[in-house]
């Protein structure tokens, strides 16, 4: 998408603290219609926060709520799902994919219970510790779960970023040093919060921006010009298909062990149409992966 470029548009520069402001304030004005009522927000419970960001990464939200429901409700603390089996944790993983996040998450909880008395620690450097937990995880949790004022950057924030406030390509360093000069101190979650609403919304790979409440607030929107979110702050990098990948065909598996063990043959001929030597790979990744274990002929959910 590109918008008209106006005659009298300036040369696009990084905002200021007057544009910050500003935008902050229209931020604020138009957070209670972007609010979106997902069922972690507000929540006050670590653990159930650092859970949804964790279900969060490389999903769509929509498919995420259900799952994240029904896990805090089976798993409402970090010992509950250490003392869990991987098997019982994977269970409750079904529908959201790339299962290495669960082992990760099951890892973690363990790290919590035997290093940090149950409790989820606030600094990001020791979330960063955890595993599965990387800089966006770690930053999310922080303001979420404990209102530090730090900043959540993901591909929807990053996309406002280069647009709103830039008008121009940022690279991720660059889009870490203005989102973080962009928070604000007081109710930094809220801010953080909008922010994803926003992008999530509007802001999107393909924006909205005839509907955007922010839209008066933006360099784009007044300046015109290509898109600036294309191939800026790492928010255009296309995730491969997932019809017919790897991922698909590791996800079919595991859902075939969730219902007991199995030979190699037995599953090879349950997942009808995949060629025997792609199947005998997927397997020996997930008995790799350490979530699926071989005992004599037979494979199982790793215990």
Sequence with gaps: MTLPLRADAPTATTSGASDHTAFRAALRRAAPALA?????????RPWAILVSEV???????????????????????????????????????????????????HDAARVLRDEYDDAVPREVELLRRLPGVGEYTAAAVACFAYGESIAVLDSNVGRI????????????????????????????????????????????????????PLAGQCRWHRQGGADPALHSAGVSRPQSPFEGSNRQLRGRMLSVLREGPHSRRRIGERLVGVEPGRCDEALDALVHDGLVTQIGQRYSLRE
């Design 161 to 212: 970023l280069a647009r709103a406030l830039a008008n121009r390509t940022l690279g991720r360093a660059e889009a870490r040093t203005l989102a973080t000069a962009l928070v604000p101190g007081r109710s930094p979650s809220a801010f953080n919060q909008a922010m994803l609403d926003l992008g999530a919304q509007f802001c999107r790979a393909s924006p909205r921006c005839d509907a955007c």
């Design 36 to 44: 979106r009522p997902l069922p972690w927000i507000g929540d006050e």
């Design 55 to 105: 279900m969060l990464q490389q999903t769509q939200v929509t498919r995420v709520v259900e799952p994240w429901t029904l896990f805090m409700e089976r798993f409402p603390t970090p010992s509950s799902c250490a003392e869990a089996s991987l098997a019982e944790v994977l269970r409750a993983w079904t529908g959201l994919g790339y299962n290495r996040r669960a082992k990760a998450l």
